[in-house]
């Protein structure tokens, strides 16, 4: 089946069509979510709730005996929500930063769901838990009902962000301030880190422990290189997430034993090095760009302000000068006096050169502000 023939597929046939509303939706809710932990210098929170996971998927089989998705996202959940708890209190009540405290929970817990896994593979029925797919999603196994949480989920953190979008913008940027104004802090970090807990849990089906992480941030850093709004990066790497999720179910669809997950994070992880590299505000392209220009004009500057001091020593400015004295000026080049000329800076007759009234002004004016800025 061709990719075109897939991407059709995507929206007629009722399997494919789930599993693909599913990715979207999870992506939308992913990039949307991340945004938040990305601004907030957390960007490990993902990698660290994921990872702690593990264990609470193992364990709730254990204890259960279930091999239900619905028993064992729920034991992820709490697991996660615990290894949350931790981490803030790793940080408020020692000296260590953060990162530190989120790369200890990240290898503990999934020291110990590693060390489960194992355990759990040895029993009898390891064979039909199939508990390993958590490791790295299974798209297919998506059904309605799933995608119905998600959306669900989705909707209530559009409610949510709705109602406290104020006081999340203020404590993004500045908590102090938002402590002053009478904002509940501590409830609002704690709501907005539950959302971002509950979705990497519902993701974990999806496309695993190991990759969750990168589907919350990829979309949240290639919609940062776009905009510095907040309203406008949440739209964009929610819009950056559902194409991902869509793009990668159809090219995962089109070919065999292509693992739904993985591709999902690659098409995402394109787009974020598409972002580095070609967007307007601080794409690697533009910024050469904007770093040659600069040059230019720097270049421009100098060969005006040369002839400004040799024009000024004359009573007449636009007395004609010979284009030779400027030959030795390491700031002349030929696009400079054409350009110059463009700008009827100066005027060219022959090899002689003269400055015009409006460039004579415009090296005046630069001279003038150099000599404030100076002083």
């Given at each position: 089946?061709?990719?075109?023939?897939?991407?059709?597929a995507?929206?007629?046939?009722?399997?494919?069509?789930?599993?693909?509303?599913?990715?979207?939706?999870l992506?939308?809710?992913?990039?949307m979510?991340?945004?938040?932990?990305?601004?907030?210098k957390?960007?490990?929170?993902?990698?660290?709730?994921?990872h702690?996971a593990?264990?609470?998927?193992?364990?709730?089989f254990l204890i259960?005996?279930?091999?239900?998705?619905?028993?064992?996202?729920?034991?992820?959940?709490?697991?996660?929500?615990?290894?949350t708890?931790w981490?803030?209190?790793?940080?408020?009540?020692?000296?260590?930063?953060?990162?530190t405290?989120?790369?200890?929970?990240?290898?503990?817990?999934?020291?110990?769901?590693?060390?489960?896994?194992?355990y759990v593979?040895?029993?009898?029925?390891?064979?039909?838990?199939?508990?390993?797919?958590?490791?790295?999603?299974?798209?297919?196994?998506?059904?309605d009902?799933?995608?119905y949480?998600?959306i669900?989920?989705?909707?209530?953190a559009?409610?949510?962000?709705?109602l406290?979008?104020?006081?999340?913008?203020?404590?993004?940027?500045?908590?102090?301030?938002?402590?002053t104004?009478?904002?509940n802090v501590?409830?609002?970090?704690?709501?907005?880190?539950?959302?971002?807990?509950?979705?990497i849990?519902?993701?974990?089906?999806?496309?695993?422990?190991?990759?969750?992480s990168?589907?919350?941030?990829?979309?949240?850093a290639?919609?940062?290189?776009?905009?510095?709004?907040?309203?406008?990066?949440?739209?964009?790497?929610a819009?950056?997430g559902?194409l991902?999720?869509l793009?990668?179910?159809?090219?995962?669809?089109?070919?065999?034993n292509?693992?739904?997950g993985?591709?999902?994070?690659i098409?995402?992880?394109?787009?974020v090095?598409?972002?580095?590299?070609?967007?307007?505000?601080?794409g690697?392209?533009?910024?050469?760009?904007?770093?040659?220009?600069?040059?230019?004009?720097?270049?421009?500057m100098?060969?005006l302000?040369?002839?400004?001091?040799?024009?000024?020593?004359?009573?007449?400015?636009?007395?004609?000068?010979?284009?030779?004295?400027?030959?030795?000026?390491?700031?002349?080049s030929?696009?400079?006096?054409?350009?110059?000329?463009?700008?009827?800076?100066?005027?060219?007759?022959?090899?002689q050169?003269?400055?015009?009234?409006?460039?004579?002004?415009?090296?005046?004016?630069?001279?003038?502000?150099?000599?404030?800025?100076?002083?």
């Amino acid at each position: 089946m061709s990719i075109f023939d897939t991407f059709i597929a995507l929206f007629t046939d009722s399997t494919l069509r789930t599993i693909a509303i599913g990715t979207m939706v999870l992506g939308a809710t992913s990039g949307m979510l991340g945004s938040f932990a990305v601004l907030r210098k957390e960007s490990l929170l993902g990698d660290a709730i994921s990872h702690a996971a593990l264990p609470g998927i193992v364990l709730a089989f254990l204890i259960t005996g279930s091999k239900e998705s619905y028993v064992l996202l729920f034991g992820a959940l709490i697991v996660g929500l615990i290894g949350t708890v931790w981490i803030r209190s790793i940080v408020h009540k020692t000296h260590l930063k953060t990162d530190t405290a989120l790369g200890l929970i990240l290898s503990i817990f999934f020291g110990f769901g590693i060390l489960l896994l194992t355990y759990v593979q040895k029993l009898p029925d390891a064979n039909q838990a199939g508990l390993d797919k958590y490791l790295f999603g299974q798209a297919a196994t998506l059904i309605d009902l799933d995608v119905y949480i998600l959306i669900a989920v989705t909707l209530i953190a559009l409610v949510i962000l709705f109602l406290f979008w104020k006081e999340f913008k203020i404590m993004l940027f500045d908590t102090d301030y938002a402590k002053t104004l009478g904002f509940n802090v501590k409830f609002i970090d704690i709501l907005i880190t539950f959302f971002i807990v509950l979705t990497i849990v519902l993701g974990l089906q999806t496309v695993g422990v190991v990759l969750m992480s990168a589907l919350l941030l990829a979309p949240a850093a290639a919609a940062r290189q776009w905009t510095n709004s907040l309203g406008k990066m949440v739209l964009i790497a929610a819009i950056i997430g559902a194409l991902s999720g869509l793009i990668g179910t159809g090219i995962s669809a089109s070919e065999n034993n292509l693992p739904t997950g993985p591709v999902i994070v690659i098409v995402a992880s394109a787009i974020v090095l598409f972002s580095f590299i070609f967007s307007p505000i601080r794409g690697i392209l533009f910024q050469q760009l904007r770093l040659h220009q600069n040059r230019n004009n720097l270049e421009l500057m100098k060969t005006l302000q040369l002839m400004y001091n040799i024009a000024k020593t004359h009573q007449d400015f636009t007395h004609p000068h010979a284009i030779g004295i400027l030959n030795d000026f390491r700031g002349f080049s030929k696009s400079s006096l054409k350009k110059m000329e463009e700008k009827e800076w100066i005027q060219i007759e022959g090899n002689q050169w003269k400055l015009t009234a409006i460039g004579f002004k415009e090296a005046k004016d630069m001279f003038h502000s150099n000599s404030l800025e100076n002083g």
